[in-house]
């Protein structure tokens, strides 16, 4: 490897770490003022981008148990922020949505930065750069979710075990 590519990729990964804190910081806020906790607006995330999903497809995406889901799902119902309802096919199953004000809230939040970056990102870079940095996203997304996989494959130390309760 070259010096001008180690460079290079040594910036990028500064550039990387400081945008993930940025999101983790703007994350942070968001579910601060919904008055929520971090898994609980990755649920709210899912339910925006998917519109409906069942408890079981939250589960899968969230890595969570189907019994920390319905926890989940009963608070965040209690906020009003979602809502069950019998699956339109399949009667044993149920789905979960947003409640319209639920949706309006999280929209509230998030909007300013969506209608900003497309502003911003649109007249700086052209159609072609922005594919770029797409691919580079979807490539960096999945080398992170390997790891992801990778990690969660480990046991949890002892250690760390005895301070969470976890098994």
Known sequence: M????????????????????????FD????????VNGTDLRCLEELLAAGEL???????QLNLT????TVMLDRL???????????P?????????LTDDGA??????????ISDGERELGAKYDTAQLRLVTDFLRTNTAIQQRHIDRLRG?????????RTGAR
Do not use: I, N, W
């Not at 290079?8 to 999101?23: I, P």
């Not at 119902?77 to 699956?87: D, F, I, Q, S």
């Open 104 to 113: 309006q809230r999280c929209f509230a939040l998030v909007g300013p930065l």
């Open 89 to 97: 096919v399949d009667r044993r199953k149920v789905v979960v949505r």
């Open 154 to 162: 480990r046991p949890t130390p002892l250690s760390a075990r005895r």
């Open 2 to 25: 070259s010096s001008e590519m180690a460079e290079v990729l040594a910036e990028l990964g500064q550039a990387t770490q400081a945008y993930q804190a940025a999101v983790d910081d």
């Open 54 to 60: 069942t408890p079981r497809e939250l589960s899968d």
């Open 77 to 87: 119902e209690k906020l009003e922020l979602l809502t069950r309802a019998p699956h």
């Open 28 to 35: 942070r806020e968001t579910a601060r003022l919904l008055g």
């Open 66 to 69: 189907t019994g920390s889901v």
